[in-house]
């Protein structure tokens, strides 16, 4: 099927040669791919197509070479922006496209030039001063995005036109902003979206330089645009526009204007995206509602939206009596005038590449090999650009067609083929009763390719969402018969609205039909949402299930195995001589039989064992310290049981739903159990008081809304009014609010948990028949059975499946002003490993609490030792270290934070010590995982190049 294509074997030479050499893979599953693509080159040579073979890997090898060149000039330019980053710089470059939304504007400059002494070079300097002024001066870039916000009085005196169009060189004052990576599971990689772009820097233009334009220009230059212009007084440097683009750009700008007037601000934000492909007018609420109900796909210009121009520009000139070659190059012009007017996303050129192909083919009288087609764009496109292929909408614009693709060609291909001719013959003839007839079987063979769409596309909504829309099947069967009518009322209501006034009503008929389409579009959203069980929480596949899972999907439901055993028998009886045994062909049928019957067997477990794909809780103690910036976030997981300490950033605003709420998601984390807070300062509060208002943050009307049961908070709480809002949010949202200080503790067995609000024995765990009283029982209500927490007599063996978290500061429910001097102070221990958490606690604290442990009978010495205060000088005293004898000492701050933590004496306190120090704003998430005796150490997301050295084998 595919090697008689020789273009997808090309194709699937470029992006192997891609993938193999792609350093966010696992070394195992390039291992993996590799051997997977010297089978198929076996295949080429038993097929004897050398020719094809040796093609195949010429073009393998240049891709690799291709794709590590473009990868290493990104991460050279990344060096470069590093050097300049805390600089003024001016930014010179070619507009190639220029998008804008209610408060800001997005420029994009290709051929760019670097300098970040505004040009201007000293006249004598040393040769060491020379080299560095070359380090940041006249660097050249491909690409960079510009952004600048509006303000409120340049807003309100938007011309009809800007001054300067695509093609224009043009000069901007401003700096550059840090392209960072993903630091934590299930958060948005901002480097990997521009590298997947093409874009090499992001550039803040400032807006402290002011001009005054001459008079004639007053009227013309938006004030935006004044404020950050650089030369000759606001003017454009060199004004070489194309006709062209500038038209388009007009057109564009005239376009966005006239949905302003004709419809409401939602309504016009959703047609913009549509038409003009600015999706940057929509608002985050209404991105995520189209990405929760499942057709946020309708947002991205794809084929859908190019057939509909490029399809009805054909078909409108052909009736016109037009010549098919003159209305194929007509209609292809037009074609290519979108993708130019909406941006030329990745999806974009796709489609328009194959429509490319498929006008020529027709010229030919020939037909079209959508798989040729579709390897032909590919090909293109990764030669074009190699880093397309960290594009998620490049990913998923060719994985969701070529995935219909083959569903089209899988088993059983002749049967719906003339189900089609027959339906098709009865429609043309009026043939109702035959219609009828064959409806059930129309039913039947579309919902089951539906169902196989959304079962290949599983996967990717789990990869890119954590979650699977359950209704979007039906959901884009009633929306997309729309989308034509959408599309064609819009581009009416535009053209009619610039007629003289005797066509206004007519404008007003288009634009209140469409106005309530969309009331209707939205609404059917909406409601997909309110239904129970509208989105499946699925977690974050790792990379090796995704690929694990989509050959399986494949070789169980797509791979056409009748076609292929019925091919193999041909070809074996032509082989044979003319005398055949004619029991041979039964023998065979028989096979045949049992093959499938087989197929349809593991294609049942396959669908039973789905769940078995997607993340699972850890069977052992897992902590993990998550990259907020400046602030604190952990979050322990064993089994089921999930429990916070604090969870804030004062950095980040947004934490909550860039961070916490998407790491949760990707872990498929329902409840947490308990919520520990240490103190009442914001960057320790913020996520979880955004989870408890529920509708605040991001999570506004999505179906994933994480519990807590229980908020713990230090017993001063009571009495203080800084807790007043977070006890407020905890009763509204369900919690129980439980205050510790020293002897408080929480037990965690395999199946159940306990709390305690009295000081234990200290050198055994409660016995089981031990009963806590009344305020301190699970939220259940109920007592904890005997199997909660083990006899005093348990064997070692089975204590160390049990996780204990024992708080020992504060000692009394004294109140205390400031806020770090009554932080919780609590020791976690599972098995052999033990880990002190600290809050925000000053030296006089820690002196505290390590009394309170001694008093106990208790050693203080832990494995990892959690700094207190971000590092900060005021903690981590010399005998709090000294007597933790802690391995590791883990910082949680934020980078280039403002307080200038961790402070150079807690460092050398730590060195002094031999502290290994994990810091999460190098190596951003950080995992802990223990089994009770061994631990290992995990940074998932490491930015640095690797671990910190000397970690002992523990």
């Known amino acids: 099927m595919f090697i008689s294509r020789p273009l997808f074997s090309l194709a699937l030479s470029v992006l192997f040669g891609?993938?193999?050499?792609?350093?966010?893979?696992?070394?195992?599953?390039?291992?993996?791919?590799?051997?997977?693509?010297?089978?198929?080159?076996?295949?080429?040579?038993?097929?004897?197509?050398?020719?094809?073979?040796?093609?195949?890997?010429?073009?393998?090898?240049?891709?690799?070479?291709?794709?590590?060149?473009?990868?290493?000039?990104?991460?050279?330019?990344?060096?470069?922006i590093e050097r300049v980053l805390p600089l003024n710089c001016t930014v010179e470059g070619t507009i190639s496209y220029i998008s804008e939304n209610e408060t800001a504007y997005r420029i994009f400059l290709k051929n760019c030039i670097v300098n970040s002494s505004l040009g201007k070079k000293p006249k004598e300097f040393s040769k060491e001063q020379e080299e560095k002024w070359k380090a940041r001066n006249n660097l050249p870039f491909q690409k960079i995005q510009v952004l600048f916000k509006k303000t409120?009085?340049?807003?309100?005196?938007?011309?009809?036109?800007?001054e300067f169009y695509p093609g224009d060189r043009i000069v901007f004052h401003g700096k550059f902003m840090e392209l960072r990576p993903a630091m934590n599971e299930g958060e948005f990689s901002f480097l990997q979206y521009c590298k997947g772009e093409g874009i090499e820097a992001f550039f803040l233009a400032n807006k402290t330089s002011q001009a005054s334009p001459s008079p004639l220009a007053q009227n013309e230059i938006l004030h935006a645009m004044r404020a950050t212009l650089i030369k000759n007084k606001g003017e454009v440097q060199e004004n070489n526009s194309?006709?062209?683009?500038?038209?388009?750009?007009?057109?564009?700008?005239?376009?966005?204007?006239?949905?302003?007037?004709?419809?409401?601000?939602?309504?016009?934000?959703?047609?913009?995206?549509?038409?003009?492909?600015?999706?940057?007018?929509?608002?985050?609420?209404?991105?995520?509602?189209y990405q929760e109900a499942g057709i946020a796909h309708i947002l991205a210009v794809s084929g859908l939206h190019l057939s509909l121009v490029g399809g009805t520009c054909f078909v409108l000139l052909r009736?016109?009596?037009?010549?098919?070659?003159?209305?194929?190059?007509?209609?292809?012009?037009?074609?290519?005038?979108?993708?130019?007017?909406?941006?030329?996303?990745?999806?974009?050129?796709?489609?328009?590449?194959?429509?490319?192909?498929?006008?020529?083919?027709?010229?030919?009288?020939?037909?079209?090999?959508?798989?040729?087609?579709?390897?032909?764009?590919?090909?293109?496109?990764?030669?074009?650009?190699?880093?397309?292929?960290?594009?998620?909408?490049?990913?998923?614009?060719?994985?969701?067609?070529?995935?219909?693709?083959?569903?089209?060609?899988?088993?059983?291909?002749?049967?719906?083929?003339?189900?089609?001719?027959?339906?098709?013959r009865a429609k043309r003839k009026k043939r109702?009763?035959?219609?009828?007839?064959?409806?059930?079987?129309?039913?039947?063979?579309?919902?089951?390719?539906?169902?196989?769409?959304?079962?290949?596309?599983?996967?990717?909504?789990?990869?890119?969402?954590?979650?699977?829309?359950?209704?979007?099947?039906?959901?884009?069967?009633?929306?997309?018969?729309?989308?034509?009518?959408?599309?064609?009322?819009?581009?009416?209501?535009?053209?009619?609205?610039?007629?003289?006034?005797?066509f206004f009503p007519l404008v007003k008929l288009l634009s209140q039909s469409l106005s309530f389409l969309l009331s209707l579009f939205h609404s059917l959203i909406y409601f997909s949402l309110q239904l129970p069980y509208s989105s499946l929480l699925?977690?974050?596949?790792?990379?090796?299930?995704?690929?694990?899972?989509?050959?399986?999907?494949?070789?169980?439901?797509?791979?056409?195995?009748?076609?292929?055993?019925?091919?193999?028998?041909?070809?074996?009886?032509?082989?044979?001589?003319?005398?055949?045994?004619?029991?041979?062909?039964?023998?065979?049928?028989?096979?045949?039989?049992?093959?499938?019957?087989?197929?349809?067997?593991?294609?049942?477990?396959?669908?039973?064992?789905i769940p078995l794909f997607l993340p699972s809780p850890p069977k052992d103690l897992e902590i993990t310290a998550l990259y907020v910036g400046q602030g604190d976030g952990f979050l322990i997981r064993k089994g089921n049981f999930v429990m916070t300490i604090d969870n804030g950033s004062s950095s980040d605003k947004n934490f909550p739903e860039n961070t916490l709420l998407p790491y949760c998601k990707a872990k498929r984390i329902h409840k947490i159990r308990y919520a520990l807070i240490t103190h009442s300062d914001i960057d320790h509060t913020?996520?979880?008081?955004?989870?408890?208002?529920?509708?605040?943050?991001?999570?506004?009307?999505?179906?994933?809304?994480?519990?807590?049961?229980?908020?713990?908070?230090?017993?001063?709480?009571?009495?203080?009014?800084?807790?007043?809002?977070?006890?407020?949010?905890?009763?509204?949202?369900?919690?129980?609010?439980?205050?510790?200080?020293?002897?408080?503790?929480?037990?965690?067995?395999?199946?159940?948990?306990?709390?305690?609000?009295?000081?234990?024995?200290?050198?055994?765990?409660?016995?089981?028949?031990?009963?806590?009283?009344?305020?301190?029982?699970?939220?259940?209500?109920?007592?904890p059975s005997s199997d909660i927490i083990p006899p005093s007599d348990t064997a070692p063996s089975e204590k160390s499946a049990f996780l204990s978290l024992r708080c020992y500061y504060p000692l009394t429910d004294a109140p205390m002003e400031e806020a770090n001097a009554h932080s919780l102070g609590c020791v976690l221990q599972y098995g052999d490993f033990s880990m002190v958490f600290t809050g925000d606690m000053p030296k006089e604290a820690e002196k505290e609490m390590l009394s309170a442990i001694k008093k106990e009978g208790q050693s203080p010495s832990v494995d990892i030792v959690k700094l207190a205060h971000h590092g900060s000088k005021t903690s981590s005293s010399p005998i709090f270290l000294s007597e933790t004898k802690g391995k590791f000492a883990l910082f949680s701050y934020g980078k280039n934070n403002r307080y200038g933590h961790p402070h150079q004496i807690t460092l050398e306190k730590c060195s002094y010590f031999r502290l290994i120090p994990l810091e999460t704003a190098k190596l951003g998430e950080i995992q802990i995982k223990t089994d009770g005796k061994k631990y290992e150490i995990v940074a998932p997301c490491r930015v640095t190049s690797s671990l910190p050295s000397e970690m002992p084998d523990s």
Request: hydrophobic share 45%; aromatic share 14%.
């Open 242 to 289: 194309s006709p062209f683009l500038k038209l388009l750009y007009k057109l564009k700008r005239q376009a966005s204007r006239d949905l302003e007037k004709l419809y409401t601000e939602e309504q016009s934000a959703f047609l913009k995206s549509l038409f003009l492909g600015e999706k940057s007018a929509l608002s985050k609420e209404e991105k995520g509602l």
């Open 18 to 80: 891609e993938m193999l050499f792609c350093p966010e893979l696992p070394l195992s599953l390039r291992y993996i791919l590799l051997l997977f693509y010297l089978f198929y080159l076996s295949l080429l040579f038993r097929k004897k197509k050398q020719k094809l073979l040796c093609l195949s890997l010429v073009l393998f090898f240049l891709a690799s070479l291709h794709f590590q060149n473009a990868l290493k000039r990104f991460e050279k330019q990344q060096e470069c």
């Open 432 to 502: 109702f009763t035959e219609l009828l007839r064959l409806l059930p079987k129309k039913i039947k063979e579309g919902g089951k390719e539906l169902f196989l769409f959304y079962l290949g596309l599983f996967p990717l909504f789990s990869f890119l969402q954590s979650s699977l829309p359950l209704y979007a099947p039906l959901l884009n069967l009633l929306l997309l018969p729309l989308l034509p009518f959408i599309f064609f009322l819009g581009i009416l209501s535009i053209l009619f609205s610039h007629l003289p006034p005797l």
């Open 152 to 162: 409120a009085q340049e807003d309100s005196e938007i011309p009809q036109y800007t």
């Open 686 to 783: 913020s996520g979880i008081l955004a989870i408890l208002e529920e509708g605040s943050t991001e999570n506004y009307k999505s179906n994933y809304k994480l519990q807590i049961e229980n908020l713990i908070l230090p017993v001063q709480a009571k009495d203080d009014y800084r807790y007043d809002f977070l006890k407020r949010l905890a009763g509204r949202h369900g919690a129980r609010l439980l205050y510790w200080k020293k002897g408080n503790s929480i037990v965690y067995g395999n199946k159940n948990h306990s709390v305690s609000d009295t000081t234990p024995p200290s050198d055994t765990l409660p016995s089981s028949g031990t009963t806590p009283p009344s305020d301190t029982l699970p939220p259940s209500g109920t007592a």
């Open 319 to 424: 009736l016109l009596g037009m010549e098919l070659s003159y209305a194929s190059i007509l209609s292809s012009f037009f074609v290519l005038s979108f993708a130019l007017f909406t941006g030329s996303s990745g999806s974009t050129l796709r489609a328009m590449l194959m429509f490319f192909v498929y006008f020529f083919g027709k010229n030919l009288g020939r037909g079209q090999d959508r798989i040729s087609s579709l390897s032909l764009s590919l090909l293109l496109l990764l030669f074009l650009q190699p880093l397309f292929l960290y594009s998620v909408g490049f990913q998923c614009s060719f994985y969701s067609l070529f995935l219909l693709l083959l569903l089209s060609l899988r088993d059983g291909k002749e049967r719906r083929k003339a189900l089609s001719k027959k339906w098709e």
């Open 538 to 609: 699925l977690g974050k596949l790792s990379l090796p299930a995704l690929f694990l899972y989509l050959f399986l999907f494949y070789i169980l439901f797509l791979f056409p195995l009748q076609s292929a055993i019925k091919k193999r028998r041909q070809m074996q009886k032509k082989e044979k001589e003319k005398q055949i045994n004619l029991s041979s062909p039964f023998i065979s049928l028989f096979a045949i039989k049992n093959i499938c019957y087989l197929k349809n067997i593991l294609s049942l477990l396959f669908l039973c064992t």
